[in-house]
C-alpha cells in the first residue's frame, strides 16, 4: 500500500512537475517531504502548498556542500533521515516519452507512484533497479505505431 509513514523523504527537482507530483503523493502516503530544487519561488509555494509535512530548501545536486546542508535540514526538521551502509536501496525510475505504443500520454501521477512505491517498505527487497515507466517504449513500438495508423 505505499506507506511512507515515519519515513522523511528528500525529493530532488521538487518544485514542480513530476518531483512535486512526487513529493504530493509522498505526503499522501504519511511520509515527511524535504522538497529540493535550483526553482526557489517554486518550490517554497509546492511546499507550503502540501502542509506541516514537507519543507524547502534550495540545492544544487552537482554541489556536495548542498547535499550535506540538505540532509542536516532534514534531519533538523523532521528528525531522521536514514544513511549509511545499511538498508539503503538505490534504484531509478526513467520516465518515458509523452507519446508511447500505449498510444496515450503517460501523466505525472502514474510515474509519481512508482517512485512512491520504490520509497515504502513494499519495495524492500528491491534494489538497483531501473524501473522505466514508459508506457512500454523500451519494449519497441507496436504495428500500429510503425505503420502510421
Known amino acids: 500500500m505505499n506507506d511512507l509513514t515515519g519515513k522523511t523523504?528528500?525529493?530532488?527537482?521538487?518544485?514542480?512537475?513530476?518531483?512535486?507530483?512526487?513529493?504530493?503523493?509522498?505526503?499522501?502516503?504519511?511520509?515527511?517531504?524535504?522538497?529540493?530544487?535550483?526553482?526557489?519561488?517554486?518550490?517554497?509555494?509546492?511546499?507550503?502548498?502540501?502542509?506541516?509535512?514537507?519543507?524547502?530548501?534550495?540545492?544544487?545536486?552537482?554541489?556536495?556542500?548542498?547535499?550535506?546542508?540538505?540532509?542536516?535540514?532534514?534531519?533538523?526538521?523532521f528528525g531522521a533521515v536514514e544513511l549509511g551502509t545499511e538498508r539503503i536501496r538505490v534504484n531509478s525510475v526513467h520516465p518515458g516519452m509523452t507519446y508511447t505504443p500505449m498510444g496515450r500520454v503517460g501523466e505525472a501521477p502514474e510515474i509519481a507512484t512508482a517512485v512512491v512505491y520504490l520509497l515504502s517498505d513494499d519495495a524492500s527487497y528491491v534494489t538497483g533497479a531501473e524501473l522505466a515507466v514508459d508506457g512500454g517504449w523500451t519494449t519497441g513500438p507496436t504495428v500500429t505505431y510503425v505503420m502510421g495508423q
Not at 521538487?14 to 524535504?34: C, D, K, P, Q, T
Not at 507550503?48 to 534550495?58: I, N
Open 9 to 77: 523523504v528528500i525529493i530532488t527537482g521538487g518544485a514542480r512537475g513530476l518531483g512535486a507530483e512526487a513529493a504530493r503523493l509522498a505526503v499522501a502516503a504519511g511520509g515527511s517531504v524535504v522538497i529540493t530544487d535550483v526553482l526557489a519561488d517554486d518550490g517554497k509555494a509546492t511546499a507550503a502548498e502540501l502542509g506541516d509535512r514537507a519543507r524547502f530548501v534550495r540545492h544544487d545536486v552537482t554541489s556536495e556542500q548542498d547535499w550535506r546542508r540538505v540532509v542536516d535540514f532534514a534531519v533538523a526538521e
